[in-house]
């Protein structure tokens, strides 16, 4: 088992920045590849971006790129997503997931955090 924690969600202004934040406990953090997806109401549910276990692969979703930067820390078991120049369109809740696919779509992860809301605000 895996357990996720994210945190680092508010509101901010579009043009603001925000980092979430996902701690994990449990199996070995390292040997898992990581990825952050957003659900929007009334929108199906988005790969944003994934990071490969060692860290040295990523995946970032087209509306993000540029703009988002996921990263991981393997000393202190935890995947961070910067977010900047965040735009009202990027209003959702935020998971974190362990075991995705680091490619588009995100395959099926084997764990979820709870989630934390991003409210962009124009």
């Known amino acids: 088992q895996v357990q996720l924690v994210e945190s680092g969600g508010g509101l901010v202004p579009a043009g603001g920045s925000l980092r979430l934040s996902c701690a994990a406990s449990g199996r070995t953090f390292s040997a898992y590849s990581m990825g952050w997806f957003r659900h929007a109401p009334g929108k199906e549910r988005e790969f944003v971006a994934g990071?490969?276990?060692?860290?040295?692969?990523?995946y970032y979703t087209e509306s993000v790129k540029g703009r988002f930067t996921i990263s991981r820390d393997n000393a202190v078991d935890t995947v961070y997503l910067q977010m900047n120049s965040l735009k009202p369109e990027d209003t959702a809740v935020y998971y974190c997931a362990a075991n995705v696919l680091v490619a588009s779509g995100g395959g099926r992860p084997d764990y979820w955090g709870q989630g934390t809301q991003v409210t962009v605000s124009s």
């Open positions: 990071i490969s276990a060692s860290g040295g692969r990523t």
